[in-house]
Every structure is written in C-alpha cells, then in structure tokens.
C-alpha cells in the first residue's frame, strides 16, 4: 500500500512540476515576443552621453536576439542595431538637447567599407551640432580607426595600437586539396574577370584578378586615406609615408604621427568626459546605450501617422531559391514582398536595400522580375550597402535609380557553374565504385561519380552562356546603357560605386537617407510615413528557432575563431546549387 502511495505521489508530483516548468517557459517566450513589439521608451536624463559600442557584426536591418544578453528584471532581449537604425538615432541625437556628446567605444567595427562610410558620414554630420565626439579603444583596426578619425579626440590605450598599414584583400585557394583528395572541380563561366571560379581551378590568382582587386584597393585606399587627412590635418604624403613605412608600431608612435590625440586609459578618459560635460569628480557620468536609445522617441515634428508610406525592404545576404531564412535573400520570400507592397496603395514608393554579393541566378532573375513589374506601378530606388554584386547587381539593375556608396562593391556581372567529378575520391581513396542502367543517354546527367562528357560539358557551357546574356540584357534594359557597354563593363568585373557610376551602373553617389529622398522625390511626396520589410516575425516558434540558430551560430564562431571565416565560405559552397551569380568568395577588403 505504501509503495503505491509514494508511485503516486511521485508521479503528481512529476506532472505538476512538468507542467509547471512549461508554463514558466510559455510564459517567459510569449513575455520576450510581446517585448518585440512593445518596449516603453527609455529614459534619457539630461547632460547625458550616447555610448557607440559598435564591435560587433552590424545587420543591416535591427534584430532581436532571444535570450542572448536577456534581462529577466526588465524582460528585455538582446538588440543589434542595424546600419539603419545607428544613423537614425546618430540624427535623433544631433536635436536631442539631453544627448551632450557621443561616447565612441569601437577598436573593431563589424561592417564592410561602404556601411563604415556611412556611419562615418553621419558622425560627420552630428559634429555640425557643436556636440562633441570622444573616441576610444584598446587596438584599432584600419576600418575602426577610419571611422572614429571622425571624433574631436582620439583617445588609445596606452598598451594599445593603431592598425595603420594599408589594404588587402586575400583570396583562399582550394585546387590543391581537391587534387589531395581526389575531386575535379568542373567548371563553366562567362566573363574573364568571373573569378569566383578560380579557387576551384586555380592556386594562385590569374592576371585580370590581380588586376580588377588591385584597382580595386587602390581605388578604396585612396578615399580612406584622403578622408583620414583632411579629418586629422594631415598631409596626404605624410599619411602613406606613415602606412607604408609600419611607422605606428605602438600607442606612443600613433600619438607621434597624430593618429591620436591621446595616449590614456579607458579611466582617465572618463575623467576627460566629466569635464566635458562639467562635472565634478564625484559625479556620474549619465550615459545611454545605443540599444536603449532605439526606444526613445525622435523629433515631435516627424511624421509617423501619414497615409501615404516609403517602404524600405532589406535585402541582405546570399540570394538563394526557395523561401531561405533571416540570413539570406530567398526567391520565394522576396517575390512575396515586392508583389505585397506593389498592391499596397499606401505605399507610394519602395527603397530596395541591398547588400548582398549574389548567389543564384535563377533566384536572381526571378526577384529582377518582380522589381520590374513594381517599377511599372511606383519608383524603386535600389540603396546599395557593403556589396551589391552579381546576384546582387542583378536584382538591382531593373530599379528606378540606384544610390550606392563611395565604397560600395557591385558590377560582377558574369555567372559560373561548379560540378564536381568525385570519381577518383571514390574509387582510388574510398574503394567505392558504382555501376546502373540508364534509359536513355543524358539519364545520368550530372552523376558525380564520373567525369562529365564532352557533349554534356557543352550543354552546360550553352546554359551559363544563355544566363550571361540574358544578365546582360537585364542591364541593357534596366540602365539603358548599349549593349556594348555592357559587355565590356560586365565581363564579370567588380568595381567600387564610384567607378560603376562614371560607367552608368549607378545614378547617384549616397547612402540609404539619400535613396529615401530620391524615393519621396519620385513619388511626390512632401510628408510621409517609413516603414520596414520584412516585418520582425513574433510568432513564439519562430522566436525559438531564431534562439536555436544564433546559438548554434555562436558556438561555431567561438569554437573556430579567426578560422570562422574559411567555415562560411565551405557553407556557401556546399549549398550552391545551378547557375551562380556570385562575386568572388570573398573579397573582403581588410
């Protein structure tokens, strides 16, 4: 009798506490996805800093990250604020009469070139404000020291460095593992610059890709570093003898060459802010983080209840077929949005902001679609990010002006199809062999089992040519350029935005605020309401799933570290399916 007593009682006992813990669980997930949407305003007390911590990867559009950095007193989760969103709260806080000054905390910045640009040019344009900006860090990188070469005083550590040598950009090289392991990576392509290709068939870099990365660099490196003299009141001649020679090899040499103004610790700048915002000793400093900052609200004279709406719909990451995910710019998912917003009436234009380096050509043409029926009903006006290349040109071409910065990499008009022949893996690594019946000749086509034959290669060569024009005549359309124009510009070439828009790839020199204003120009509007696509999903499991991937993400970034990169780049490959419209994996410009 005892014994079926405890059983029982064990056993309420399991089914409360197991349904108590789902109920906490329930109640913690709907508490964060209401949190999405509803987040009070934080308060900012006056005579207060904005602190920019801007050391980690930047979205181009805000996300939410579940649980990572979560506040259970506050029932707040963790934000990254997107591109976007800085340069709007850097402009909220130029008016904000409690925002004394900005608090630049960033030795490493997680954009490419064109989005530091941006951040850098709205820094630029807060300083008009009289407002000061102090800028601090440990170690600089090249990238973080261009954009806080923008503040009144440039603070370092005193163990500390500035990276001050010059560019590069590297290319990883696969055919030697490949022939190691007994793969043929075959390869079709059109455009003698497509060099995407070239780590699969290559081991070091062919001429045009030295050269189209070289001008590149230059290209880049000389609008860097004129930016950077003028900043600091340096000669131009000075600043490359200093790059050139590795003259700054510590903080003090940084402070020599006036890199910095400072050679401080991290308390002693503290103590140079109090004094900016006169203060004594004993007093706190009141600051504000970016992430708190969001919620505050803007200037009363914005417009927020209008009719008549601007759409900006993100587009970042890999183009891919199907649906894709929050990482990528899936086919399915865009064609929805661009045909929901064309049939909106309240939307009167759309900003199409895109950073993306290409992916499939098949995605690519169908999303190229739908921005050229949107086009026939409203403006589109293309705002491109770090990259908009290939893929990324391709989904762009067909807008009603495109906006692209500076730094911008875009063009790369060309395509590429990998098929490995795994024959020799197989058979002399593995001891495996295959053998089958077909029905008919081209049954097997595209077996990795075997090389390819020589009437298949030539059916597959016929269909990347056909994609290629068919690229091509995209932006004979979309821009309105010749034909041959295009074919020499194309060739799958990529060039910065200065040098797409001496060609006609773009129509205009700016930043995402530059394309909204072309936007409400087109569309003729005065006053106007923004609003953001894709919408934040809160549905509960989508919550979950996101928690899921960025964890899974996280764990992999800290297991490799500085190999990180390399694992992105075998991703990207393993999922490539078809026809690829994709820039070179990866120039990244360092």
């Given amino acids: 009798m005892s014994f079926w007593k405890i059983f029982f009682s064990s056993l309420l006992a399991f089914v409360i506490g197991t349904f108590l813990v789902m109920f906490i669980l329930i109640a913690l997930i709907a508490g964060l996805v209401s949190s999405f949407g509803g987040e009070a305003p934080a308060t900012v007390h006056s005579n207060s800093i904005l602190s920019l911590d801007l050391g980690y990867d930047i979205p181009e559009q805000t996300t939410y990250i579940p649980f990572q950095g979560f506040s259970f007193s506050e029932f707040e989760p963790a934000v990254a604020p997107g591109v976007y969103d800085i340069i709007k709260n850097i402009k909220k806080a130029k008016t904000d009469p409690a925002i004394k000054g900005i608090y630049l905390n960033s030795g490493y910045i997680g954009v490419g070139m064109a989005n530091t640009e941006q951040l850098r040019n709205a820094l630029l344009d807060f300083k008009k404000s009289g407002k000061f900006i102090i800028a601090y860090a440990e170690l600089y990188s090249e990238k973080a020291y261009y954009l806080c070469s923008v503040a009144d005083k440039v603070v370092v550590n005193p163990k500390g460095v500035v990276e001050f040598n010059g560019m590069s950009a590297q290319y990883m090289f696969f055919k030697g593992l490949l022939d190691k392991v007994g793969i043929e990576a075959q390869v079709f392509y059109d455009g003698k610059f497509k060099s995407a290709t070239e780590p699969f068939r290559l081991d070091s870099m062919s001429k045009e890709n030295e050269l189209m990365t070289h001008v590149l660099l230059n290209d880049v490196q000389d609008k860097v570093m004129n930016t950077i003299a003028a900043s600091r009141k340096i000669e131009r001649t000075q600043l490359d003898s200093i790059s050139n020679n590795l003259l700054v090899q510590n ?124 086009v026939a009903k409203k403006p589109v006006v293309v705002s491109m ?93 979309g821009r309105k350029l010749s034909p041959e124009l295009v074919d020499t510009i194309a060739q799958g070439r990529v060039w910065t935005g200065s040098q797409a828009l001496a060609f006609g790839l773009v129509d205009t020199l700016g930043g995402l605020e530059d394309a909204i204003a072309m936007a409400a120009g087109l569309a003729k509007l005065d006053k106007y309401r923004l609003v953001e696509y894709p919408e934040i999903d809160k549905d509960m499991f989508e919550v979950v799933r996101l928690f899921s991937d960025e964890k899974e993400r996280s764990a992999i970034r800290q297991k490799l570290g500085p190999f990180y990169s390399l694992y992105e780049q075998v991703q990207v490959l393993a999922t490539m399916k078809g026809v690829q419209a994709r820039m070179p994996v990866m120039v990244e410009i360092e």
């Fill in 251 to 374: 903080s003090w040499d940084a402070k020599k060459y006036n890199l910095v103004d400072e050679v401080w610790f991290e308390d002693e700048v503290r103590d140079y802010l109090k004094t900016q915002l006169e203060l004594k000793e004993s007093d706190k400093i009141e600051q504000v983080t970016l992430g708190k900052y969001l919620s505050v609200p803007g200037n009363k004279e914005e417009v927020t209840l209008q009719t008549d709406r601007i759409a900006i719909l993100f587009a970042a990451g890999d183009i891919v077929d199907g649906k894709g995910d929050d990482s990528n710019v899936g086919a399915e998912k865009y064609i929805k949005q661009l045909r929901k917003l064309r049939e909106d009436e309240k939307v009167k234009a759309i900003v199409f902001r895109v950073n993306s380096p290409g992916g499939s050509a098949l995605a690519s043409d169908v999303i190229a679609r739908e921005v050229a029926l949107t």
């Fill in 385 to 477: 990010g770090d990259y908009a290349a290939s893929g990324g040109y391709y989904i762009a071409a067909n807008a009603s002006k495109i906006v692209a910065q500076p730094n911008t990499l875009t063009g790369s008009i060309g395509v590429f199809g990998i098929f490995p022949n795994m024959q020799k893996l197989f058979e002399d690594k593995l001891g495996i062999t295959f053998d089958g019946v077909t029905t008919g000749k081209f049954s097997d086509f595209g077996d990795v089992s075997r090389p390819m034959r020589p009437d298949e290669k030539l059916i597959v060569q016929r269909g990347v040519d056909s994609i290629y024009s068919n690229f091509k005549a995209v932006v004979v359309k």
